[in-house]
């Protein structure tokens, strides 16, 4: 597999340094964020091949952060992730255009 950017966006740094190291040793470039306000301004100026998006953050709902990349920036590969998994959440994820729905342990 090709290395690729990505962009995790969560409020827990341990999740984000997770994630960076995990990928990084498989030779992707990894960009965190802690925060969903900057999180999007990330998305909307930067070039990601795959965004890792937390649905709860303290600023701005992952799932609003969802809405306005899809409405600003379509077809975006988003994977939402939360370790607050509902059907619910899921459904509304998906039908919002997020690639997958992964619930953290």
């Not at 995790?8 to 994630?19: G, H, K, Y």
């Not at 030779?27 to 909307?44: N, Q």
Request: glycine share 6%; proline share 5%; charged share 25%.
């Amino acid at each position: 597999m090709e290395p690729i950017r990505m962009l995790v966006i969560d409020d827990e740094p341990s999740i984000c340094e997770a994630c960076r190291s995990v990928l990084a040793k498989r030779g992707h470039t990894v960009d965190v964020c802690t925060a969903g306000i900057s999180g999007l301004e990330a998305i909307l100026t930067g070039s990601y091949e795959l965004i890792l998006l937390d649905i709860r953050l303290p600023d701005l709902d992952g799932m609003e952060i969802l809405r306005r990349v899809q409405q600003e920036r379509p077809g975006e590969q988003i994977v939402i992730m939360t370790a607050y998994s509902t059907v619910q959440s899921a459904v509304e994820a998906m039908k919002l255009g997020a690639l997958d729905y992964l619930a953290k342990p």
